[in-house]
Structure formats: structure tokens, C-alpha cells
């Protein structure tokens, strides 16, 4: 496991890796599975995924995602470090913040923009090391959190519409804000290997 190189000032958290943010719902679960076979499981990021799923759903997430990659896959719980080279699952219902290297879980109530909730804090925690995704989906959560992103000097990905399932999250995201890529789940993988196979952290 790398060790983590960390520097805190003016509320940024300087990492010797990245930290994704992934934001989907309906249809989000063959996004996944296309985007997770093709990402290289050693690259220098911990990813957290946001999901508005039932409970249900969460359990086919986990065998779905542990057939396609080799990086560990966590529950969340409050306080949890983050660490390079595993998948941070929030569960049905809960809401995570990134904070100092931590993930802060509470309850979120119907309606809630869990989505926007983590890459809101993802963008003030990382600021250039963080990337937000969103993938397939219905309703209107996240556009504004990977605007943050954007706007903290971080990359964008959103999946093009017309690959995805259900295409009003992806839709929303790109007329809100201007991403850094638009692709198919494959292709956002492929280009996730190369931005940080050879990034310098």
C-alpha cells in the first residue's frame, strides 16, 4: 500500500494520489460494470461512489464490481480513512462528506442530493486532485457538485448519454457545466489509465 503523502493548508488536502467521485442511479450498474473492466486496478486513487439505489441493489453492486476489478471494496462508516486502491460504496439511504482524508457518513432523508453532497466536499478537500464522474441516471443530482469540481481546478467525466441507460444525470451534468470528457464507460476507463498511469502527484 502506498503511504500517504499529505500536506492540509487553506482547507486543501494535498494526497500523493487522486480521489474519485462516481454519482449514478438508474441504469448505473452496467456503467459500472463497463467502466470497472477496463480501469487498471493500481492506479493512485480511492474512489467513492454515490448511488441513489435501493438496499435491494447494493448487494448485485458488490458481486457486480467485485467480478470486475481487483480493487478492495468497502462499506462506508463514519470516520473511515481513505486509502489508494480501494472502492468506498455508500449505502442505501446514507450520505457521505470527504473530509481531511475521512469520509463523515449521516443519514439522508428522501430527495437528498447525495451525489452533489460528496463531490461538494470533494471539491473543497482536493481541489486539483479531485475527479468527479457521473454515469447513468434519472433526476437532477450532481451536476452542481462536479461543477465544484471543475471550478476547484479538478477533472470532469460524464458518461455520453446515448451510452447510458437512463440519460437525464448525464444530460444535466454537461449543460451545466463544460466536462473534461464526455465518453461511453469504457472509454472514460481508458482514459482514466492513462491521466494517471503517468501522473505525478
Not at 53 to 68: C, E, P, T, V
Amino acid at each position: 500500500m502506498t503511504l500517504i503523502a499529505v500536506i492540509y493548508q487553506k482547507g486543501i488536502m494535498k494526497r500523493n494520489y487522486y480521489i474519485l467521485g462516481i454519482g449514478m442511479s438508474a441504469g448505473g450498474l452496467q456503467s459500472l460494470a463497463e467502466f470497472f473492466s477496463k480501469l487498471d486496478g493500481h492506479l493512485p486513487v480511492a474512489i467513492v461512489l454515490a448511488t441513489h439505489l435501493q438496499q435491494n441493489y447494493h448487494a448485485k453492486l458488490f458481486d457486480i464490481l467485485s467480478s470486475k476489478t481487483n480493487m478492495a471494496l468497502i462499506s462506508v462508516e463514519d470516520g473511515i480513512e481513505l486509502q489508494q486502491g480501494n472502492i468506498y460504496i455508500v449505502g442505501s439511504n446514507l450520505k457521505a462528506t470527504v473530509h481531511q482524508n475521512r469520509l463523515k457518513v449521516g443519514y439522508a432523508g428522501p430527495g437528498t442530493h447525495i451525489i452533489d453532497i460528496l463531490l461538494n466536499s470533494l471539491a473543497a478537500d482536493s481541489a486539483e486532485q479531485a475527479i468527479g464522474m457521473i454515469l447513468s441516471g434519472t433526476g437532477n443530482d450532481g451536476a452542481e457538485g462536479l461543477k465544484a469540481i471543475s471550478e476547484a481546478g479538478g477533472q470532469v467525466l460524464v458518461q455520453e448519454p446515448f451510452s447510458a441507460l437512463y440519460q437525464s444525470l448525464p444530460r444535466l451534468a454537461i449543460k451545466i457545466d463544460h466536462p473534461d470528457k464526455v465518453l461511453p464507460p469504457v472509454r472514460l476507463a481508458t482514459w482514466m489509465n492513462k491521466k494517471l498511469g503517468t501522473a505525478e502527484t
